[in-house]
């Protein structure tokens, strides 16, 4: 079928074919709950402060709930809720509740605007672990609606492991619930245990006798989170629950950067989300965590818009529809050619223009050649290899001009001394000298580094990777920095050293002239 082109979203017509043939919600509700079931994600645990940082990002991203904790479970959670209800927050904020007077109160005293009361609903979980009737589940879950109703919030309610409840007993719970106030109701898998084409028909069976809006909320226990929530959209739901980077209880929840870009480009429905931002509300959300996103996590992940293989890469280079499903730039992202075996000399000639150096084609065959080979080895190509090569074919090239030439670096660490480093730096011909701690030695030196030029405050270490060269405790260092600048474009560089720490620094160096050349 044709290629759909439409403010840089390449599709395929099927996709748009099929949405003529169901009922498509106008408008999607997005509800973030990266603040409660992503603090549940196991070696996760958000301080009031953190939780404040990315409440407020994820206002700036424009999705319309955050869930922002259960204040019952203690005190800091209890501070760390009220505190992001008060913020001023264009959001609605939202708190998890058991259906029990402690939890509400705590909830409503936080002052939020809504409260997320749940209780199982499965048979398994009644005869496992509320040890319940379902006489005595539904009156307990109409009973806390209608008090929390009283106290003037809004209320949605989830009936935990929803897929694996009896239908007319789901459908009657919801029923009560609904009678008794709950403004939305949520329909969990929680243990990730649904198809896509099964989650259509629940929903389907639940729309024509419920008549707020419908939400879903799918754990990812078998991959199927994105791909059961996108089915509850196609049957009629009008909200679904996400968290950044995919984060949660064991597998974890579906990914809001990958809900949000497959309602948006797929579906073509209407979303608050300021896409641009997501990719910058990952990083943070990464940054704080400590979990790394993989590279080949989709839209937000390194990889996400890398091209390696000639094909792929002359294609992009062409027309970037060809090989990729919308601009990187609708999420923040950028566009990246590696080199590498797979590597096609459309690659090489762009890399070499990038870094000022012009090959004719015998040259560029060679250069690709020899490039191809380095991969061959498992090595990654950054540019400093790329123009040892073109030198090495070509002759002596134009020298690179260097901003910063590290004159004198010491560092100073121990069991029992805080590691501290000093550098001397010559910037434009300008001597600057400073200091700083770290967290080891090659903290210290990069952050003396920072410390020395204001130029670079912008300037992100986004990956830092040490090899050993040769083996032995004196085996040579090869360390490869990635920065990134605020347009999010990325300098990579490398230094080589027997002293890790010497190559840390030669490595920063050298990333940050490629910065100001890159600037020039």
Not at 181 to 187: Q, S
Not at 195 to 206: E, G, V
């Amino acid at each position: 079928m044709v290629v759909q082109m439409q403010k840089n979203v390449f599709i395929s017509d099927y996709a748009r074919l099929v949405n003529r043939e169901i009922r498509l919600p106008k408008k999607v509700r997005i509800f973030d709950t990266t603040l409660r079931d992503g603090d549940q994600t196991p070696g996760v645990s958000f301080t009031p402060d953190q939780k404040m940082l990315i409440a407020r990002q994820l206002d700036r991203l424009g999705v319309d709930t955050i869930e922002a904790g259960t204040p019952v479970s203690s005190d800091g959670e209890r501070k760390a809720v009220a505190a992001i209800a008060k913020a001023g927050l264009k959001a609605e904020i939202c708190a998890l509740a058991r259906p029990l007077k402690e939890d509400v109160d705590a909830a409503i005293n936080c002052g939020v605007d809504c409260v997320h009361i749940f209780i199982s609903t499965s048979d398994l979980h009644l005869k496992h672990a509320l040890k319940m009737s379902r006489e005595q589940v539904v009156r307990q879950a109409v009973k806390f609606v209608e008090y929390a109703k009283d106290h003037g919030v809004k209320v949605e309610f989830s009936a935990m492991d929803a897929t694996r409840t009896d239908l007319e007993f789901l459908r009657e719970t919801y029923k009560a619930v609904i009678e008794a106030g709950a403004d939305r109701i949520n329909v969990p898998d929680t243990i990730g245990a649904i198809t896509p084409r099964a989650m259509y028909y629940l929903i389907s069976q639940l729309k024509p006798h419920i008549n707020v809006p419908i939400s879903v909320h799918c754990h990812d226990d078998l991959g199927l989170a994105v791909a059961n929530s996108l089915a509850a959209v196609e049957a009629g739901a009008q909200q679904v629950q996400v968290t950044v980077n995919g984060l949660g209880e064991r597998a974890g929840n579906a990914s809001l950067e990958e809900i949000v870009m497959a309602l948006k480009t797929l579906y073509g429905i209407k979303l608050r989300i300021k896409t641009e931002l997501l990719t910058e509300t990952s990083d943070l959300v990464e940054r704080i965590t400590g979990i790394s996103v993989p590279p080949n996590k989709a839209i937000v992940g390194d990889n996400a818009f890398a091209h390696v293989s000639g094909i792929h890469a002359h294609g992009v280079i062409e027309f970037p529809g060809t090989y990729e499903p919308f601009s990187p730039e609708l999420v923040g992202h950028h566009r990246r050619l590696e080199l590498g075996k797979l590597t096609g000399r459309h690659s090489v000639e762009k890399q070499l223009r990038s870094i000022g150096v012009k090959a004719n084609k015998r040259q560029l065959i060679e250069i690709t050649r020899q490039v191809k080979a380095l991969g061959d080895k498992g090595k990654q190509v950054t540019d400093a290899d790329l123009r040892v090569i073109a030198e090495s074919v070509i002759g002596a090239l134009p020298k690179e001009e260097k901003i910063v030439e590290l004159k004198e670096v010491t560092v100073t660490t121990g069991s029992t001394i805080t590691p501290t480093a000093s550098v001397r730096l010559s910037i434009r011909g300008e001597d600057r000298v400073s200091s700083a701690i770290g967290v080891g030695p090659v903290d210290a030196a990069i952050a003396a580094i920072r410390a020395a030029m204001g130029e670079i405050s912008k300037l992100r270490l986004k990956k830092y990777h040490l090899d050993a060269i040769t083996g032995g405790s004196d085996a040579l260092a090869e360390v490869t920095v990635e920065l990134e600048d605020e347009q999010g474009n990325l300098y990579r560089a490398k230094g080589v050293r027997e002293d890790v720490v010497l190559a840390s620094v030669e490595a920063m160096v050298n990333g940050i002239n490629r910065y100001f050349a890159g600037r020039k």
